[in-house]
Structure formats: C-alpha cells, structure tokens
C-alpha cells in the first residue's frame, strides 16, 4: 500500500516569499496521478496541479508543481495573503486515491 | 457548469445510519467516476472509495468496507452515500468529487455535507 507523506505539517512564511512543499510516496508511482489541493477553512478542496506539473484552469502562475518517482514538490514562487491554506497532494494506489496529510502554509 | 451539489447537514446518534446525496450536473453523468471524501474536524481528507455511476459500482477503502454503500436514483443524476452502524468518530464533512480522465485528477467538488454523530 502507498503511503504518501508531505513535509512540512506548517510553514509560516511573509508575502512575496517563496513557499517549497515537499510530497514523498513510499513507492515510486506515476506522475500522470500526482495532483495537489488547495482547502481553505470552511471550504471544499480546490484541484490546483495535476500530472505533478500542469496548472488547472484558473489556477495562478505563481503555483508551480514538478517532480517524479517518489518526490514531487508544490512551489509558490511569491506568496499572496489568499494562499494561506492547507495544500494536500494526491497519488492513486489500489483503485483508491491516497492524500498526504497535508501542510498548512500560514501568510 | 459542471456542478455536484451535496444535501445538508445531518445529525445521528451513534448506531443509526445516513445518506448523503450529490447530485451532478453540467456534464455526462456516467462517464465521470466519483469520489467520496470525508474530513473530520481539523484533521485532513481520506478517500472513502470511488464510484463509477454507471453501476453504480463501488471500491472502498478497507476500513469502510461492510457498513458503507453507494446507490443512484436511475431517474436522476444522484448517488447516495449511506453509512450505517455510526459512531463518533464518524463525525466529519463528507464531500463527493468528479474524476476527470483529462488530468486523471478531481477537478469539481461539492460542497461538502456536515455529519454529526451525537447523543
């Protein structure tokens, strides 16, 4: 079974600062399923990056995503007071689709 | 628009059941797998399993499996998702979300329905 794991649990950093969030599965797995979350509180997830590196409609170009195998990396190159939220990354194993437990990026 | 829209919230005590529903639009119902997420409070999201509506048929993850079903109203775009044998820690927001074959990602969520399992 996949474990995926993401690093940092919080990460508090200032507008215009670059925010690096870390998503490693326990087995290598395929980029194409590799997708993150935006959650704000009190709100349903927001589909962000899929396929590791491919922006969804709408989604801001200051959010970047990239990796393979087992580490796969969520990049905010310049923060916004709006991104304070919690990121999860998503990889499918089993017939099931596995969430991290996310990290919460403080502004 | 593509849309999921989740019924309200709901309030059990323990041993009861529930039934959540999402109903979809905007799109053509079955060929969109659904998931089925819950968060419970402050804690992250789980994959509780995954639908295909044309069935509808169901994967579950292990740890819901044998007191949790998926159904559909054949004359609506609706899935149920009932959950029995409740307990508190069953406490949590249930949302439904649509698999996209494009992105092989969820890319439209409902809005979440609250569940409270209370005595």
């Known amino acids: 079974e996949i474990v995926v794991t993401q690093s940092p649990g919080t990460l508090s950093l200032s507008p215009g600062e670059r925010a690096t969030l870390s998503c490693r599965a326990s087995q290598s797995v395929s980029s194409s399923y590799l997708a993150w979350y935006q959650q704000k509180p009190g709100q349903a997830p927001r589909l962000l990056i899929h396929g590791a590196s491919n922006r969804a409609a709408g989604v801001p170009d200051r959010f970047s995503g990239t990796g393979s195998a087992t580490e796969f990396t969520l990049i905010i190159s310049s923060l916004e007071p709006e991104d304070s939220a919690t990121y999860y990354c998503q990889q499918y194993g089993s017939s099931l689709y596995i969430f991290g437990q996310g990290t919460k990026l403080d502004i | 628009q593509v849309q999921l829209v989740q019924s309200g919230a709901e309030v059990r005590k323990p041993g009861a059941s529930v039934k959540v529903s999402c109903t979809a639009s905007g799109y053509t119902f079955n060929r969109h797998l659904i998931m089925w997420v819950r968060q419970a409070p402050g804690q992250g999201l789980e994959c509780m399993g995954v639908t295909n509506p044309g069935g509808p048929y169901t994967t579950f993850a292990p740890r819901f499996q044998g007191r949790v079903s998926v159904t559909r109203d054949t004359s609506t775009t609706t899935l149920f998702l009932e959950l029995s044998s409740l307990t508190f820690e069953d406490t949590a927001f249930y949302y439904c979300?649509?698999?996209?074959?494009?992105?092989?990602?969820?890319?439209?969520w409902g809005q979440g329905t609250r569940v409270t399992v209370s005595s």
């Open positions: 979300a649509r698999f996209s074959g494009d992105s092989y990602s969820f890319d439209y």
